[in-house]
């Protein structure tokens, strides 16, 4: 639940192609607001690490293919995640919706939830800058940080500066990684922002800018 009172909302999701930093904005916001960060990548990865059938099935479709994951897949996770927050607590789906389908879908299992989305925010970028801050962005292995090389480590072979980890790439960072999700991107979620768009929800905000930048601008919108 927001504990300020000048908000009202408690449900927002967070839309934006690879490398807007999306991700860390929802994290901002579920941290300001003591909100359920629902991170669908996150979670995803998380199963692909499994040795079980739906474990290597999201592999190849993350790593390989590097498409979305079908929508029996999506709704199990989903429902899941969904299910177990408390009623009393706000949510901040990060990375899903991503097609018409999952819209419809988030939308009535909110319902069953008593929730509905009350704002939709897409974090924008371009795809050349895009591709530069991922060449950029590193992963600690153990305990799941993020970190920018060059910023916060020096070299890859440096362990996680906060749980000496080791740090990788995400397997999907790459050039033809990043062009090939922001393919996706444009043919299957841009439709549900212009879909957002026409019912009002929806507040653009520049990704390209600084983390801290973007978060104010977030702020500011919320408070209107
Ligand atoms: P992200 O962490 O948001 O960059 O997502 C990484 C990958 O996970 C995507 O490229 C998809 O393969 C998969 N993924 C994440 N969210 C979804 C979703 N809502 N529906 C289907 N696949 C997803």
């Known amino acids: 639940m927001f504990r300020n009172s000048k908000f009202e909302i408690v449900n927002i999701v967070i839309i934006g192609p690879a490398g807007s930093g999306k991700g860390t904005q929802a994290e901002k916001l579920a941290k300001k607001f003591d909100l359920v960060h629902v991170d669908m990548g996150k979670t995803l990865r998380q199963v692909a690490k499994q040795d079980t059938q739906l474990g290597k099935r999201i592999r190849e479709i993350i790593y390989v293919k590097k498409e979305l994951v079908p929508m029996d897949i999506a709704k199990q996770v989903l429902h899941l995640n969904l299910g177990s927050i408390p009623r009393e607590q706000g949510l901040v789906l990060d990375g899903v919706p991503r097609n018409e389908e999952q819209r419809q879908y988030i939308e009535e299992a909110l319902l069953e939830f008593g929730r509905k989305v009350d704002q939709v925010f897409f974090v924008g970028i371009s795809e050349e800058k895009a591709i530069k801050r991922i060449s950029r962005r590193v992963v600690c292995d153990k305990c799941k940080a993020g970190f920018i090389l060059g910023r916060d480590i020096e070299n890859l072979t440096d362990p996680c500066p906060l749980c000496e980890g080791k740090i990788i790439r995400r397997a ?30 929806l507040f653009e905000i520049d990704g390209e800018k600084e983390i801290e930048e973007v978060f104010q601008e977030i702020l500011k919108k919320l408070e209107k």
Do not use: C, M, S
């Open 172 to 201: 999907d960072d790459t050039e033809e990684g990043v062009k090939k999700r922001f393919g996706v991107f444009r043919q299957e979620t841009a439709p549900i922002i212009e879909e957002y768009r026409r019912r009002g929800l």
